[in-house]
């Protein structure tokens, strides 16, 4: 068994390989002044007092628990860990080693930008260049504008080497890739999708949204939009309504969108609109047939008649887009969903308020709106209009009213017949003239009959103050005679 002054050079720290000084010795613990810390003077030379080794009478289970000794390390281990290593390196470097393929998406940062493109750091010093057009899918547009210095970017690979041995690819195509997975999932959804429009093109809008889509003109709005340059720029939503990556076709509908939207607000809307109520609204745009309103939800249609009470030649006479209107609701179609407006009804009748204000006889001032063969128009009132017999202009004979009257004339008239049921007025121009005087009494009813043909010897010889009454049959041919006796006919 080993003493304790063997025990006590054996006790060495762990972290001692060899000594760092001849002669010196390592102890587990801190020196004591009893522990001769210098070389001895009997020794001839500095010798080097290391630890004694395990036998196998001090097996190393048995080893002292105040401290370890390493192994030392010698040229054999140290090349066995130098091969590991080695091949731990060969294995790193290896997994670092990109390998692309035309078609692939990489991810990489921005390094620089300027007019031909953008170069893409994709890793270990592998670099690409994104040419202009393939930074984004509008057109001339400034690489700048797009991407900046130490943005991350994905890219698809066109080409593994061009002419100057460098890498191109596509910010464009590797956005088109993402896209087209996420539209074709929200148009099998029926949801929508939102983009900025970058273009006018004819017939409708260019839609970044990842890709290229095209909204119609048609389906830009609820009602047909005549200037589209507004809306570049702006965020829109829509819905998907065609998909064809075959030929890298989309079809967007802005107004399939806001029918969905107010889907719910225009059940509501025409369930509390009731027939006879008065609205406020605004003229959205003006047709041949009518004009419609705009009520805050829907639309409602005021035909050409019943803008005015007055004849209405074309609805451009009287509203143009954007007035502020009052109707009232005549018809609610919730089937068809339609609504029938008017706006002349939305004020008195013109034909209640003359009616009451004027009798047969009255002398009124009008204006003559329209001539024609047989007479001339006037108007007596607003909505009001009368017609003046062509015999009842002047007092001579008119061969043709617009020999006498022209339109916009002020003229007065006289009513002389006024029909409520059937909303009629008949008026004279000479009647309501100062000098004209009526005839005092209608002609009597012998005066009406048709005047008898005189005879020949009525003619001749006067007639007398009354006619004789009829002589009898028998007679006549005697009377006649004596007549003719009296009077010397016949007599030579």
Known sequence: MPSDQDTASVDAPSEAKTPETPGTTVSGGDPTPDQDMTPSDDAGAPEAQTPPAATDETPAAEMPAGGTVDAPVTPETAATN??????????????????????????????????????????????????????????????????????????????????????ILSKKRAMYERAWGRIQEIA???????????????????VDIGLRGFLPASLVDLRRVRDLEPFIGETITAKVIELDRARNNVVLSRRAHLEDALAEERTEFMDNLAEGEIREGTVSS?????????????????????????????????????DKVTVKVLEVDRDRER????????????????????????VVEGTVTKTVPFGAFVSVAEGVEG??????????????????????????????????????????????????????????????????PQREFEREFGAEAEEQPPMPVDASLEAILRELKERGIGRR
Not at 190 to 201: Q, R, S, Y
Not at 296 to 316: A, C, F, I, K, T
Not at 348 to 358: C, I, K, L, N, R
């Open 339 to 362: 609504i029938s407006l008017s706006m002349r009804q939305t004020s008195q009748d013109p034909w209640d308020v003359f009616a009451s204000e004027h009798e047969v006889g009255d």
């Open 82 to 167: 130098t091969g590991a290593d080695l091949d731990d390196f060969e294995a790193a470097i290896e997994a670092t080693v990109l390998q692309f393929r035309d078609g692939d998406i990489v991810e990489g940062t921005i390094v620089s930008v300027d007019t031909e493109g953008a170069m893409v750091d994709v890793g270990y010093k592998s670099e690409g260049l994104i040419p202009t057009r393939e930074l984004s899918i509008r057109n001339n547009v400034d690489p700048k504008d797009v991407v900046s210095v130490g943005d991350r970017v994905e890219a698809v690979v066109l080409d593994m080497e061009d002419d100057e041995g460098r890498m």
């Open 188 to 206: 099998d959804s029926e949801a929508t999708v939102e983009g900025t429009v970058i273009e006018v093109v004819k017939g409708g809008l260019i």
């Open 387 to 452: 017609l003046v017999h062509v015999s009842e202009i002047a007092i001579h004979r008119v061969e043709s009213p617009e020999l006498e009257l022209s339109i916009g004339q002020k003229v007065k008239v006289k009513i002389t017949e006024k029909e409520d049921e059937r909303r009629r007025v008949s008026l004279s121009i000479k009647q309501a003239l100062p000098d004209y005087t009526e005839r005092r009494e209608p002609p009597s009813e012998d005066r009406r009959k048709p005047k008898r």
């Open 286 to 322: 003006v047709v041949n047939f009518g004009a419609f309103v705009d009520l805050g939800g829907m639309d409602g249609l005021v035909h050409v008649s019943e803008l005015s009470w007055q004849h209405v030649n074309h609805p451009g006479e009287l509203v143009k887009v954007g």
